[in-house]
């Protein structure tokens, strides 16, 4: 019995603990990071298509305000607003490039929101049919890579 307890008392039956534990909690913060990254990824695939779709609803209504500009001028911004509402919940959800493109259709959009000016706001409508395009594209290249 004494063999026993002095086998399991020794000092480096300790010291072999405190290295699981050690070791334990890198694995553990290893988990926890890579399930929110899964997380993250999973939200954005989830409501990016639908987002993209209202996105494009805007960018339409736009494009007809746009038309109609001299008599409709004022309703650019309000559009201009559901874009950029749409835009910012787009943008946590998105990579690195993508986000920076959000960034700069959230400027265009600010510009058109701002100005008034039938130009500006023909910029930003370009600016949003490019974001359009870009975060379609990525779901397209998202689907490819989940079909191999």
């Known amino acids: 019995m004494t063999a026993i307890l002095d086998f ?76 950029r509402a749409v835009v910012e919940s787009m943008r946590g959800k998105l990579d690195r490039t993508l986000q920076s493109k959000a960034e700069r259709t959230l400027a265009a959009l600010d510009q058109a929101a701002r100005g008034a000016n039938k130009d500006m706001a023909w910029d930003a409508h370009a600016q949003i049919l490019g974001f359009v395009a870009s975060i379609e594209e990525a779901q397209k290249d998202a689907q490819w890579v989940n079909e191999r």
Not at 33 to 42: G, N
Not at 45 to 73: C, G, M, S, W, Y
């Open 8 to 83: 399991f008392g020794g000092p480096w039956f300790s010291a072999i603990g405190s290295a699981a534990s050690i070791v334990s909690l890198a694995v553990t913060v290893y988990v926890a990071r890579t399930v929110w990254k899964v997380e993250r990824r999973f939200l954005g695939r989830a409501r990016l298509p639908e987002q993209t779709r209202a996105l494009k609803r805007h960018v339409d209504e736009l494009a007809t305000i746009l038309n109609e500009f001299d008599t409709r001028k004022t309703e650019v911004a309000a559009v201009a607003a559901k874009c």
